[in-house]
T-cell receptor, first 110, second 115 residues
Framework: QKEVEQDPGPLSVPEGAIVSLNCTYSNSAFQYFMWYRQYSRKGPELLMYTYSSGNKEDGRFTAQVDKSSKYISLFIRDSQPSDSATYLCAMRSGNNRLAFGKGNQVVVIP | GAVVSQHPSWVICKSGTSVKIECRSLDFQATTMFWYRQFPKQSLMLMATSNEGSKATYEQGVEKDKFLINHASLTLSTLTVTSAHPEDSSFYIC???????????FGDGTRLSIL
């Protein structure tokens, strides 16, 4: 079983819809959870960073962490064509390396 | 947000050439920097981790004499691909982190093409 599972998609949604992304993981020691957005031929850009369980909201983005279920989510409200990108979940325990999901390609159709 | 600058963004060079890629954290001091390689439509593969002033720790299968990493200061790390060959062509991305409680921030990557 991979440490982090993320359905690679692709996921196509109409403009204005809510985009829902999620990852599951197997390592219960993970404490730090991140979502990155990566445009083609660019490096990943940090969107959300959470520690332990709970919700975090930043503008149109909401991140949820459920450590009991080993499940994290990212929601994008009022999606825009500029949100079309690959979204990577990542997580780590302590000072260890990041474990990444495979990335989920999102296409927002105007 | 935190900014990590990576230079150059694109390099094309002949086989046998050595190529140096720079990674700078512009608005924070990075105690730890990371170097990744990414193949098309795949996730990032960690090559090595470096702490300022220390030797880099390489991942299994990554040749340390081939990929030289220098983390000379809290804001600068360099990756030198020595005697590059076509199979070294890839997208190289650096990342920096201020401390273990902070997230990693990534540079915009360097596309390396070896002819």
């Amino acid at each position: 079983q991979k440490e982090v599972e993320q359905d690679p998609g692709p996921l196509s949604v109409p403009e204005g819809a809510i985009v829902s992304l999620n990852c599951t993981y197997s390592n219960s020691a993970f404490q730090y959870f991140m979502w990155y957005r990566q445009y083609s031929r660019k490096g990943p850009e940090l969107l959300m960073y959470t520690y332990s369980s709970g919700n975090k909201e930043d503008g149109r983005f909401t991140a949820q962490v459920d450590k009991s279920s080993k499940y994290i989510s990212l929601f994008i409200r009022d999606s825009q064509p500029s949100d079309s990108a690959t979204y990577l979940c990542a997580m780590r325990s302590g000072n260890n390396r990041l474990a990444f999901g495979k990335g989920n390609q999102v296409v927002v159709i105007p | 947000g935190a900014v990590v600058s990576q230079h150059p963004s694109w390099v094309i060079c002949k086989s046998g050439t050595s190529v140096k890629i720079e990674c700078r954290s512009l608005d924070f001091q990075a105690t730890t920097m990371f170097w990744y390689r990414q193949f098309p439509k795949q996730s990032l593969m960690l090559m090595a981790t470096s702490n300022e002033g220390s030797k880099a720790t390489y991942e299994q299968g990554v040749e340390k004499d081939k990929f030289l990493i220098n983390h000379a200061s809290l804001t600068l790390s360099t990756l030198t691909v020595t005697s590059a060959h076509p199979e070294d062509s890839s997208f190289y991305i650096c990342s920096a982190r201020q401390d273990s409680n902070q997230p990693q921030h990534f540079g915009d990557g360097t596309r390396l093409s070896i002819l």
